[in-house]
């Protein structure tokens, strides 16, 4: 065969690759040496294209957009001003309809809503990366729960080297928000890496981190349980009903029996954001022995009125008797937009009357993982010690 012949079949392979999946050589997004990053899109027959991104001063509960600019070759394009290191999320919009960056391969799910993701390094966002340290271990796991009276999925982050230790570790329980699973944490809170970076830096104690499905109906994330393919909910049913708090000993006690974990209350901690920490602050008072470090992320406070479980009872008198026994760490962090910042201020009145002792982190933004990524690799650093 001819060197023409062989360059001819080659190019039609690349083509009918390209054309087989719908790639593209375009490159978007580039993030540029001065941190501000190139967004570009081929579609020479669009209207109007435009990018949204959570950068951009945000218009009521969702992030800002600016329009692309079309070229002649029918790319549109748009160059970011100087990004700060995050990681940052983005959509596009073609002609109104909301849609993924075609060029960028990597996205999250948060409730029903894809986003395509980048990271800018440098400074808080090299917690975020993959970086060249050792690595714990993310794995997938089901476990029954009477309470509930279904077999559910559970995430679970073991520290590195756990599978060649006979060590036993202290257990973080960290819970998601509404709309979440158990994929949350680590989908876009970024816990493992967060995890594996600062114990590689010396700055947390190695511990198991466990990621357990707040929502009591479902066995497993939307596509990963029983239940199917089905569109996620903000708030499902018996979202906080009490009843996750009661069950909750069931995760602990298959945690307990299948890993090697320390079970005594000083080498316990629980959090949680938004949801996660309303579930955080009554599990940890509901059983006021078990727990020496509660953190507390953006946390919906107040008990549900809407509701008359036994684990809503008598609320200052729990959190009285939590105090009286004593903790290690009762750490609370909130945005300054939050839109719960009310509630925790009214919270703290309440903690403060009792003279009940906590930590408070007060950031800039809103109900945001930024926010409470920055939380989590701030709360760990002050377990277990």
Known sequence: ??????????????SAQQALWGGSDTNSPEINEDRSVTFRLEAPDAREVKISGDWMPPEGWVPGSVALSKGE?????????????????????????????PNNP???????????????????????KVNDVPHGSVTRRWYDSPGNGMERRITIYTPPGY?????SYPVLYLLHGAGGDEEAWISLGRAAQIMDNLIAGGKAEPMIVVMPNGN?????????????????????PRTMDGTYEETFTDVMKFVEAGYRVKTDK????????????????????????TFD???????????????????????????????ENGYQLYWIGIGKTDFLYKNVVEY??????????????????????????????????????
Not at 3 to 10: G, K
Not at 163 to 167: G, L, N, P
Not at 355 to 369: F, K, V
């Open 1 to 14: 065969m001819t060197t023409l012949a062989i360059m001819a079949l080659a190019e039609m392979h690349m």
């Open 163 to 167: 599978e060649t230790s006979v060590e």
């Open 106 to 128: 990597f996205a999250s799910r948060d409730i029903s809503t894809l986003t395509n993701l980048f990271i800018i390094g440098g400074g808080q966002a090299d917690l975020y």
């Open 293 to 323: 470090y509660i953190g507390l992320f953006s946390a919906a406070i107040l008990p549900n009125q809407n509701v008359t479980s036994k684990v809503y009872n008598d609320f200052d008198g729990t959190l009285r008797r939590q105090m």
């Open 216 to 236: 009591v109906i479902q066995d497993a994330a939307p596509g990963e349980g029983s239940m199917g393919y089905y569109k996620p909910q903000f708030m499902v």
């Open 348 to 385: 703290r009145e309440k903690l403060d009357g009792m003279g009940m002792p906590y930590t408070y982190r007060e950031s800039e933004g809103g109900h945001i993982w930024k926010n409470w990524r920055v939380y989590l690799s701030e709360f760990v650093p002050q377990l277990f010690h």
């Open 73 to 101: 070759d029918g790319i549109w394009s748009h160059t970011s001003g100087v990004l700060e290191p995050e990681l940052y999320g983005y959509s596009l919009t073609i002609d109104g309809v909301r849609t993924l960056d």
């Open 266 to 289: 000083s080498h316990r901690a629980i959090a949680g954001l938004s949801m996660g920490g309303f579930h955080a602050l009554h599990i940890s008072r509901y059983y006021p022995e």
